[in-house]
């Protein structure tokens, strides 16, 4: 069965610098990977996509992800971490019923 | 806003009430969905509907009856709930769900608490 994981709770970053949210899948057939963010007391938004090509992905508020096939992965990027970016970060997949399957989600929080 | 609305925000009832979370999609969307939202876990989705046709039903337990009288609108209707059915519940939208690349428009949410 598909399924995705997000090893970390939480994690933190200061302003300015990278960040790096892990998610790591397990599918049967071709992965269709996306992420969304939740910021407080809202509903999730769409950030971005794998689908096929380019393993680099570049998505919404400059957040990019890397697909990475031999480890089964897609991480979340980003060049320089901003305050706003605090959220809660869920990771999914596309699974063969045509269900999104997400993670556990990975709580960001940017330290001025 | 995403064009998915959600009501009531927060909602407090006791075990032996009766009521209704509701949901509007202002998208033209043929696909609507009903997700509950716990700590630390997964999301878990609970019912999906396409075309106003009951497509999903994740073993869901019958406290929970969901109803979409059309392709706009979508109502999960509770009663006798536990303490445990407390979380988050969030409704979404999308185009098609057979589209391998469709993404979600998401409500704000009902925080339900059950007392």
């Known amino acids: 069965a598909q399924s995705v994981a997000q090893p970390e709770d939480q994690v933190n970053v200061a302003e300015g610098n990278p960040l790096t949210v892990k998610c790591t899948y397990s599918?049967?057939?071709?992965?269709?990977l996306f992420w969304y963010v939740q910021y407080p007391n809202r509903g999730l938004q769409f950030l971005l996509k794998?689908?096929?090509?380019?393993?680099l992905v570049k998505g919404s508020y400059g957040f990019e992800a890397e697909f990475n096939k031999s480890q089964t992965s897609f991480h979340l990027k980003k060049p320089s971490a901003l305050v706003s970016d605090s959220a809660l970060y869920f990771c999914?997949?596309?699974?063969?019923?045509?269900?999104?399957?997400f993670g556990t989600g990975t709580r960001l929080q940017v330290f001025p | 806003e995403t064009g998915v609305t959600q009501t009531p925000r927060h909602l407090v009832m006791g075990m032996t009430n009766k009521k209704s979370l509701k949901c509007e999609q202002h998208?033209?969307?043929?696909?609507m969905y009903w997700y509950k939202q716990s700590a630390k876990k997964p999301l878990e989705l609970m019912f999906v509907?396409?075309?106003?046709?009951?497509?999903e039903n994740n073993s869901v337990p019958s406290r929970f009856s969901p109803e979409c009288p059309n392709s706009s609108h979508l109502f999960l209707h509770l009663h006798t709930l536990q303490p445990e059915d407390s979380a988050l519940y969030l409704c979404?939208?999308?185009?098609?769900?057979?589209?391998?690349?469709?993404?979600?428009?998401f409500g704000s949410g009902t925080q339900l608490s059950v007392l």
């Open positions: 979404a939208s999308s185009q098609d769900r057979t589209v391998v690349n469709e993404k979600l428009f």
């Open positions: 599918v049967s057939g071709n992965p269709y």
């Open positions: 794998y689908i096929t090509g380019d393993n």
């Open positions: 999914a997949v596309r699974d063969d019923t045509d269900k999104l399957i």
């Open positions: 998208l033209g969307h043929n696909a």
């Open positions: 509907y396409s075309l106003e046709e009951r497509v």
